[in-house]
């Protein structure tokens, strides 16, 4: 059973950090691109950042370029999201994903497998 459980969210200042973690189990990790979606209250899932099975190429949405940072740790089935400068429009629920897939977009951003429960970002002073 795959499972994906994030950790790492709360409340913090605009202009704040936070590191979220995503351990996952239940597959090959290091198999499966994986990726980070977000949702705000009254809108729909978008993407965040996307890291390729090795963690040598990464790619973000234009809202969070230069502020966040994928990575991923495949000895420790871990992927990981350094959220810094944070914004008040970043305040969401924040989903780890597996799977992420090109499908004939620029960017790898879409979610072909699990997402888990996530974890809640608050940006407010």
């Known amino acids: 059973e795959v499972q994906l459980v994030e950790a790492g969210g709360g409340l913090v200042q605009p202009g704040g950090s936070l590191r979220l973690s995503c351990t996952a189990s239940?597959?090959?990790?290091?198999?499966?691109?994986m990726g980070w979606v977000r949702q705000a209250p009254g809108k729909g899932l978008e993407w965040v950042s996307t890291?390729?099975?090795?963690?040598?190429?990464?790619y973000y949405a234009d809202s969070v370029k230069g502020r966040f940072t994928i990575s991923r740790d495949n000895a420790k089935n871990t992927l990981y999201l350094q959220l810094n400068s944070l914004k008040t429009d970043d305040t969401a629920m924040y989903y780890c994903a597996k799977d992420l897939r090109f499908n004939g977009a620029a960017v790898p951003s879409a979610v072909a497998g699990e997402r888990g429960q996530g974890t809640q970002v608050t940006v407010s002073s």
């Open positions: 890291i390729m099975w090795g963690g040598g190429n990464t």
């Open positions: 239940g597959f090959t990790f290091s198999a499966y691109a």
